[in-house]
Each structure stands twice: as structure tokens, then as C-alpha cells.
């Protein structure tokens, strides 16, 4: 079993930046960042393997970046030019086995935090 703690989530303006981090309680093989928008599905955002190839969702390519640092067990997620449409719960998840090509996937994601709310206003 994998506790995830996330933190830094907070309210910004439009432009602005804020840096999300995810403790775990253990060494997993992928993390990752997942959404979900008020009324909408979980959606994936960014996530890394233990060799730090990473993917990003479209909508935040350019402007999201994830890191991770093993010796830690921790992940961020360093969000820059935020939008409106980024407010969301934003959840932290890991597994211990994945296929780097399905990395956003919810289904491949064993372990996940309680969420931290980022709110962007215009």
C-alpha cells in the first residue's frame, strides 16, 4: 500500500503559477498529476516513470512541468500561465508497475491522494 499526500494547491489569477507537490510513503515506478473539473470526469494531466520520461495532457504542454525525486518519494508539479479552465481537484496517483505509452491513464494508477483544489480566477 502507497499514501499520497499532495499539497500547494491554493487561488490564483490568470497567469499566475503555483507548484503542487505529492509526498508518497514509499518508492513507486510512476506518479502522476490527474484533474477533475467541477462537473466533469478525471482526466490526466502529467505524469513521470522512475526514468523521468514524462507526457503531458495537450492543454497544459508548455506550461505544466512534473519532476520527481526519488530519494524523497516525492513528485511536483510546477504549473506556470494558468487558465481559468485549470481550476479543478487536482490528485496525486502512483503504481508500482506501468507502460510508459498509457502514462495518463487512470486505469494503470493503483494508489491516489485526497486532492488539492487549484482555483485560477480571470
Known amino acids: 500500500q502507497v499514501q499520497l499526500v499532495e499539497s500547494g494547491g491554493g487561488s490564483v489569477q490568470a497567469g499566475g503559477s503555483l507548484r503542487l507537490s505529492c509526498q508518497a510513503s514509499r518508492y513507486t515506478y510512476c506518479m502522476g498529476w490527474f484533474r477533475q473539473p467541477p462537473g466533469k470526469e478525471r482526466e490526466g494531466v502529467a505524469s513521470?516513470?522512475?526514468?523521468?520520461?514524462?507526457k503531458y495532457a495537450d492543454s497544459v504542454k508548455g506550461r505544466f512541468s512534473i519532476s520527481r525525486d526519488d530519494a524523497k518519494n516525492t513528485v511536483d508539479l510546477q504549473m506556470n500561465s494558468l487558465e481559468p479552465e485549470d481550476t479543478a481537484m487536482y490528485y496525486c496517483?502512483?503504481?508500482?508497475?506501468?507502460?510508459?505509452?498509457?502514462?495518463?491513464?487512470?486505469?494503470?494508477?493503483?494508489?491516489w491522494g485526497q486532492g488539492t483544489q487549484v482555483t485560477v480566477s480571470s
Open positions: 496517483a502512483a503504481v508500482d508497475n506501468c507502460w510508459w505509452a498509457r502514462l495518463l491513464a487512470l486505469d494503470q494508477y493503483q494508489y
Open positions: 513521470i516513470d522512475s526514468n523521468d520520461r514524462t
